[in-house]
């Protein structure tokens, strides 16, 4: 079992920047794909950026080049670098964990909201 529970969200000028954080409970953290979601009002929820337990990174085309996510296996945490944030960014922003699996199980935080308005 892993809980996780996001934190960072905000209210941002266009072109500023946020960094989310997902600290996650459990012994296993490091062996976990970790993700990043996000999910607009109305939308389905999409996939913002992924590592693996072994560091290979993934991240949607609309946000190559401002998003950075990372993770500290020791301290059982991921995050999310947004720089350049975008009228178009606001989302409830997910993390989740998957066990390297066919089956998973996978988990989800409660999300964090990014606002971003001038």
């Known amino acids: 079992q892993v809980q996780l529970v996001e934190s960072g969200g905000g209210l941002v000028q266009p072109g500023g920047s946020l960094r989310l954080s997902c600290a996650a409970s459990?012994?296993?953290?490091?062996?976990?794909?970790m993700s990043w979601y996000r999910q607009g009002p109305g939308k389905q929820r999409e996939l913002v950026a992924a590592?693996?337990?072994?560091?290979?990174?993934d991240y949607a085309d609309y946000v190559k080049g401002r998003f950075t996510i990372s993770r500290d296996n020791a301290k059982r945490m991921l995050y999310l670098q947004m720089n350049s944030l975008k009228p178009e960014d606001p989302s409830v922003y997910y993390c989740?964990?998957?066990?390297?699996?066919?089956?998973?199980?996978?988990?989800w935080g409660q999300g964090t909201q990014v606002t971003v308005s001038s």
């Open positions: 989740n964990a998957l066990y390297p699996s066919a089956t998973g199980p996978a988990y």
């Open positions: 459990g012994h296993t953290f490091s062996i976990y794909l």
């Open positions: 590592m693996t337990s072994g560091g290979t990174i």
